[in-house]
């Protein structure tokens, strides 16, 4: 009698939950779809930053190109439930040569960002990518046809001037081969993105996650053969973690590809530097230099800027 009733309050917690769930999933889509693909950027802009503080950690301790290849590969274990669920026929892509194209491209972006990822601190590895939405909205612009008005320039200009304080002086010196490599990584990203983007107008965003993760593991193998070495049940465990954080992380940023311009959901990246600022200080005990703190208020202030005015925008 006594299961029964536990059994009883079990099911409606799970329906009071499933209830609230609906009305947030209601009210959130009422929202303009600049708003929604802002905090869908947001979110991924968060989950990337707790994935990057356990994969500086994880890289510390294999090799790069190991771990490139096994974070994408725990992304495939996590996400083959939900595969297997709803039917490989259901996540067969319309535009394999894109999926593979995409993958190939985003494959040598990672092979730059996790060679220099284990030599340089979290705050100024998310800086160096906040060059990422100059390239992404040029691009936007010429392949799009995305309008780039002038606010979306001037907050982009303010957000490069905010990591130029950053990232400049720390390009002499022993690390500064590594900020360039970093910075390297920066345009092919942006590229795979705007493959992404194209790929948003034709594939559902869970197929174009799943086969990121079968593309990027099958072009990682080669690389990742050339230093291997066995990890130890909790690395196993933190990539595992890394692949459910990483797929849910591309969930969000495919979304906000999904339902707004890129080039509008790409200002609010910047507070990515107030992530890893913090998770870089708790984890390796990195504190953020005067210039990263001033790069930050720089480059938070045209976010928070720019999301008024796109919000405003669409409402009028």
């Given amino acids: 009698m006594e299961t029964s009733s536990e059994d009883s309050a079990r099911r409606a917690k799970r329906a009071l939950l499933v209830r609230h769930a609906s009305v947030v999933h209601r009210r959130a889509s009422r929202l303009p779809p600049v708003v929604r693909g802002l905090m869908w950027s947001a979110a991924a802009g968060l989950l990337f930053s707790i994935l990057n503080t356990v994969m500086r950690k994880l890289a510390m301790e294999l090799s790069a190109f190991e771990t490139q290849f096994l974070r994408y590969v725990a992304s495939l274990v996590v996400m083959l439930p939900l595969v297997a669920h709803a039917g490989l026929s259901s996540y067969m892509p319309k535009n394999v040569i894109g999926q593979f194209t995409r993958g190939g491209v985003h494959t040598i972006g990672l092979v730059l960002w996790f060679w220099a990822l284990p030599y340089i601190g979290l705050a100024d590895t998310t800086a160096i990518a906040f060059t990422g939405p100059i390239f992404i909205m040029i691009g936007a612009s010429w392949f799009f046809g995305e309008k780039m008005r002038w606010d979306r320039w001037v907050a982009a200009l303010f957000g490069i001037a905010g990591v130029a304080i950053v990232v400049a002086p720390k390009l002499g010196g022993e690390g500064g081969i590594y900020n360039l490599v970093m910075l390297a990584s920066v345009p092919v990203f942006a590229a795979s993105f705007l493959i992404t983007k194209a790929l948003t107008r034709h594939e559902r965003t869970t197929v174009i996650v799943v086969w990121q993760s079968i593309t990027i593991s099958i072009f990682s193998l080669p690389l990742a053969l050339l ?44 507070l990515d530097l107030v992530w890893a600022s913090i998770m870089g200080f708790l984890v390796f005990s990195d504190i953020p230099s005067q210039s990263t703190i001033i790069g930050g208020i720089v480059i938070s202030a045209s976010t928070i800027w720019i999301a008024r005015r796109e919000a405003r925008s669409r409402i009028r």
Avoid: E, N
């Fill in 227 to 270: 230093a291997w070495q066995w990890p130890t049940a909790w690395q196993w465990i933190a990539f595992l973690f890394c692949g459910l954080i990483g797929a849910a992380g591309h969930y969000c940023l495919t979304q906000s590809f999904g339902v707004a311009d890129i080039s509008a959901t790409q200002s609010v990246k910047f």
